[in-house]
């Protein structure tokens, strides 16, 4: 029955036009970016790596399409989450908000397979997202841009070779859908709470912004809280560019959204199991 | 005795200290039309959504098919069709999406020639293809009747099916609760405010008052017990109503006009009066006894309250 029900979840995402807002935002914007920095990205690195410059000699295509991918993912890591929460912070709410609950829940459909149907509806809208912006920045940008090493400037700087790069960046769009999973699910659980979509939206991205300006207040109060943020580990995906890999990191902040993703879908269906449906 | 389709049991359901439903019991046997009556705010809706385990009870039991709510919900859902108050759809959804995507969830084969045969009979073939976004109220309380009938259900409860209706659209519904009943055995549970829709239709009922049954039986037995409304129209009323007050049943007069005085009596009481009034060549032109569900829900309700 769950994959009858998911199946059904699958039609009424896909018929909904704010499904496609964030496919339709990230295939304006990463063309955009790509062609930018095709056309001035020489003088964006540059003026990086112009320290450098005095020391070592840069020799090969450094603005190529890997380096702009890099980039593009770490800029737009930022903005995606709100892309998410607008289907994501819906698929309850949303069932509420039009009466539908009704006509769901009377079917011989238990309230825990409508919940795990819905949720896997969430995940594969979210992975398809970071597919499709994968696909995007690496595809577009290789082929305009070609390819070449990544300058990684971080605490400090890391040179990868081209041949060393393809399964970072298989890693790190993994450790993105983890993160946008994670994102997803906390917006899926204020779903189930509320009867107005608007709510889950607002409150996922307020919760985000909160944590995220708590994590970069450097008061020693604060030192207890910040590793159990999911914001805080949501940036684990650049500990994948370091040479060596710190594994422990990655680990850690995997686990960490995970538990996260975990934790609220067992929420969402205790919530559910329990609402009386009086919309 | 009937098979019991469905069994409610002292049924409860508290939102803080305002009792809801408060000790609820209900028989309905298979192959009954059920009116299920009461005012506003008497618990029928939080009694059918207690019933589709859309609303948890705080205590008491409801048995569907001979079966537990709690323990074979699915089992008992799969053999029901409802429309709960408001017919809601996903409104970005044609009418044959949105039955298409219930008919999977139903648990039946349902096929396309079914969902357009379904269209064709509540009137909606020629809209099957519109999004519901663009469908009146009415229209979308004639999809909600088709949803409810999709997969051929043993049970059809319906609450409120036919506001928003127009005049040709309450005759439709009705006509076809009464052909789901006598044609295709379907039981059917009604929850209407329009009392002559119940009156026409059901053959038992149950009114409810704050979440409490105020009685239950066959409508005809309901309407035939108690007191009716005897309207004697005759030319000579000042007359009739000199007789009459000569009478034991001079107490029963409620009110005379210039061709007509209106009783409340007893059935058995119209005889003897018409007898009395005849013998005294009190000329007759009609004596009608009237119960209407309406006038004995209101004397029912109010008694209560």
Redo the contacts between chains.
């Keep these: 029955?769950i994959g009858?029900?998911y199946?059904?979840e699958m039609?009424?995402v896909f018929?909904?036009?704010r499904t496609f807002i964030g496919f339709i935002a990230l295939g304006v914007l990463i063309p955009v970016v790509v062609a930018a920095m095709g056309i001035e990205g020489g003088q964006y690195l540059g003026f990086a790596t112009q320290a450098l410059k005095q020391t070592f000699d840069f020799t090969g295509n450094l603005m190529n399409g890997y380096t702009v991918s890099y980039i593009i993912f770490g800029s737009l890591y930022v903005h995606v989450p709100f892309l998410i929460t607008l289907v994501a912070g819906e698929v309850l709410a949303g069932e509420a908000t039009?009466?539908?609950?009704?006509?769901?829940?009377?079917?011989?459909?238990?309230r825990s397979t409508m919940v795990s149907a819905k949720f896997l509806a969430t995940l594969t809208y979210t992975n398809l997202l970071v597919v499709f912006m994968a696909a995007m920045s690496l595809g577009l940008g290789i082929a305009l841009l070609g390819t070449g090493e990544v300058v990684v400037i971080r605490s400090q700087i890391t040179i990868i070779a081209e041949n060393d790069l393809w399964w970072r960046f298989v890693l790190a769009y993994g450790f993105a859908a983890l993160a946008m999973t994670t994102v997803a699910s906390v917006a899926f659980l204020f779903s189930s709470l509320v009867e107005n979509a608007i709510g889950p939206i607002m409150t996922t991205m307020a919760i985000i912004i909160v944590m995220t300006i708590i994590s970069a207040i450097d008061i020693p109060i604060f030192d207890y809280l910040r590793p159990l943020f999911f914001t805080n580990h949501m940036n684990g995906w650049k500990f994948l560019f370091d040479d060596p890999v710190n594994w422990t990191k990655v680990s850690i902040s995997a686990g960490v959204l995970l538990t996260h993703i975990i934790g609220c879908y067992t929420a969402t269906q205790i919530i559910m199991r329990?609402k009386?449906?009086?919309t | 005795m009937p098979t019991p389709l469905i069994e409610i049991h002292d049924l409860h359901k508290h939102y803080g200290s305002f009792h809801a439903v408060d000790g609820l019991d209900l028989h309905v046997s298979q192959g009954d039309v059920y009116g299920f009556l009461g005012p506003n705010g008497a618990g029928k809706s939080t009694t059918i959504?207690m019933m589709?385990?859309?609303?948890?009870p705080t205590s008491g039991s409801i048995k569907v098919f001979g079966l537990d709510l709690t323990s074979h919900?699915?089992?008992i859902?799969?053999r029901?069709g409802?429309i709960?108050?408001?017919p809601?759809?996903?409104?970005?959804?044609t009418a044959r999406?949105n039955l298409e995507?219930?008919g999977?969830?139903?648990?039946a084969d349902v096929s396309t020639s079914s969902i357009d045969r379904i269209l064709g009979i509540v009137g909606l073939a020629s809209r099957a293809s519109s999004k519901v976004k663009t469908f009146s109220h009415g229209m979308k309380q004639r999809l909600g009747i088709a949803?409810a009938l999709l997969h051929s259900p043993d049970l059809i409860v319906l609450d409120e099916p036919t506001t928003g209706l127009d005049p040709q659209g309450m005759v439709d519904i009705r006509d076809l609760i009464l052909e789901l009943a006598a044609d295709h055995k379907k039981t059917v549970f009604l929850s209407s405010h329009i009392l002559p829709e119940v009156e026409l239709t059901a053959t038992r009922m149950v009114i409810i008052n704050r979440g409490k049954a105020v009685v239950e039986g066959a409508v005809q037995d309901l309407l035939n017990a108690g007191r009716l409304k005897v309207t004697i129209e005759t030319s000579e009323v000042p007359r009739a109503l000199e007789l009459i007050r000569a009478t034991p049943l001079s107490s029963h007069i409620q009110s005379s006009t210039d061709g007509a005085i209106i009783m409340m009596m007893e059935r058995e009481e119209i005889a003897g009066l018409v007898a009395h009034l005849a013998d005294a060549r009190i000329p007759l032109s009609a004596v009608s006894p009237v119960r209407s569900l309406e006038e004995y829900f209101i004397s029912l309700t109010q008694e209560v309250s």
Excluded: C, H
Aim: no cysteine; charged share 30%; hydrophobic share 40%.
């Design positions: 029955m009858t029900a199946r059904v039609s009424k018929s909904k036009w039009a009466g539908t609950y009704r006509l769901l829940l009377t079917r011989p459909l238990s329990r009386d449906i009086l | 959504r589709l385990s859309l609303i948890r919900r699915n089992d859902l799969r029901i409802a709960v108050e408001r809601d759809f996903y409104n970005y959804l999406r995507l219930l999977r969830l139903s648990g949803q």
